[in-house]
């Protein structure tokens, strides 16, 4: 699959457990469940949903991104059920689709099945292999303990930071930047 091809149909992935799919209206209740929750959001650098009508307005800037090439936002769905229980995705492409950031976030009453680790390693897998990316970033608190042992347990080095980069309740944080380049990668077994 290439870039254009990822644009025109949205991409579906499969794992062991997990269907990656695209995020629609519908699932707004279930991501509420999620970005509502003040201890899952902690360290997402947006304030936490308080009403049905923000996650309502998320799907629609993630549909919008994907529309204009910006982002390709997964929702993930236990093989047997249908309730979105997080999502990963890749956004700010450079301009010819080398370089891309990823973010996630899990519903907490999953965290600590390797739900997460699973999803991104197949979503790394799909940009590595059939994307072309050269190289994934992410940018973190580098308070947020489970995201820093999720991105070493997959691969990615600890680059830096950068100081008082982000402004977030009436103060300013670093950002922590972690990075895995193609060659590095090794989908875990």
């Given at each position: 699959m290439t870039i254009d091809a990822a644009f025109t149909r949205f991409p579906v992935l499969t794992t062991n457990r997990l269907l990656l799919r695209q995020i629609q209206p519908g699932d707004a209740e279930a991501l509420f469940a999620t970005l509502s929750d003040e201890e899952a959001m902690q360290f997402y650098g947006h304030e936490p949903h308080r009403s049905l009508d923000d996650s309502r307005a998320l799907i629609e800037r993630i549909q919008a991104l994907y529309t204009r090439r910006e982002s390709i936002r997964w929702g993930i769905v236990?093989?047997?059920?249908?309730?979105?229980?997080?999502?990963?995705?890749?956004?700010?492409?450079?301009?010819?689709?080398?370089?891309?950031?990823?973010?996630?976030?899990?519903?907490?009453?999953?965290?600590?099945?390797?739900?997460?680790?699973?999803?991104?390693?197949?979503?790394?897998?799909?940009?590595?292999?059939?994307?072309?990316?050269?190289?994934?970033?992410?940018?973190?608190?580098?308070?947020?303990?489970?995201?820093?042992?999720?991105?070493?347990?997959?691969?990615?080095?600890?680059?830096?930071?950068?100081?008082?980069?982000?402004?977030?309740?009436?103060?300013?944080?670093?950002?922590?930047?972690?990075?895995?380049?193609?060659?590095?990668?090794?989908a875990p077994v």
């Amino acid at each position: 699959m290439t870039i254009d091809a990822a644009f025109t149909r949205f991409p579906v992935l499969t794992t062991n457990r997990l269907l990656l799919r695209q995020i629609q209206p519908g699932d707004a209740e279930a991501l509420f469940a999620t970005l509502s929750d003040e201890e899952a959001m902690q360290f997402y650098g947006h304030e936490p949903h308080r009403s049905l009508d923000d996650s309502r307005a998320l799907i629609e800037r993630i549909q919008a991104l994907y529309t204009r090439r910006e982002s390709i936002r997964w929702g993930i769905v236990l093989k047997e059920e249908e309730q979105v229980l997080g999502s990963c995705g890749f956004h700010h492409f450079d301009t010819g689709f080398h370089r891309t950031e990823t973010g996630y976030e899990l519903n907490r009453a999953f965290w600590g099945r390797g739900l997460m680790a699973e999803a991104m390693s197949a979503i790394l897998t799909y940009g590595f292999t059939e994307l072309g990316l050269h190289r994934v970033e992410a940018i973190i608190d580098i308070a947020n303990e489970r995201s820093k042992g999720l991105l070493l347990k997959l691969g990615f080095t600890y680059e830096g930071s950068l100081r008082q980069r982000f402004f977030f309740r009436d103060q300013f944080e670093d950002e922590h930047f972690f990075g895995l380049l193609r060659d590095e990668w090794q989908a875990p077994v």
